[in-house]
């Protein structure tokens, strides 16, 4: 039997990482529960107003957050607030597959338009790894906003 993921993030800013990631992934902020949203509120702002009204204080209303896949497929990314730094490189990372089945030029254009959308975002390029097949098909390492590493694919 297979289980759902949840992927977690440690943040020092939970809600802009979040949001970082809801736009490169294509993901939405789920609304409070039980709480009905119309189709143009703001997951975000109504979360505030919630919080407030079970009495939680203004400086600890950012010290968690989530997205989630709005068609169901993809896992539910959770950011909790932590006080460290990161300080050394992943041992697990996202791979946003912005080129599935593009090979050669085709692909690292993709890539590299992808690149510059998530530039736009506030990611930070680290380094291009061109095509060498059979073996690789070429991608491009970047950082989020925190430094987390992923590489679009």
């Not at 949001?19 to 119309?38: A, E, I, K, S």
Request: glycine share 8%.
């Amino acid at each position: 039997m297979s289980r759902p993921v949840q992927i977690t993030f440690d943040a020092h800013d939970p809600k802009a990482l979040s949001t970082f990631w809801r736009d490169v992934l294509g993901y939405v902020h789920p609304g409070p529960p039980g709480v009905d949203l119309p189709a143009d509120a703001d997951p975000l702002a109504a979360w505030d107003e919630f919080l407030a009204g079970i009495g939680v204080p203004p400086e600890q209303r950012n010290t968690r957050s989530a997205i989630e896949d709005p068609e169901g497929n993809g896992p539910r990314l959770f950011f909790q607030q932590v006080p460290e730094d990161k300080i050394a490189k992943n041992r697990v990372h996202l791979d946003v597959r912005a080129a599935p089945g593009l090979q050669g030029d085709e692909r690292m254009v993709a890539l590299e338009e992808e690149c510059a959308r998530l530039v736009a975002l506030g990611a930070t390029r680290v380094r291009r790894f061109e095509p060498a097949p059979p073996m690789e098909a070429g991608f491009i390492v970047m950082t989020d906003p925190e430094g987390n590493e992923f590489c679009l694919d």
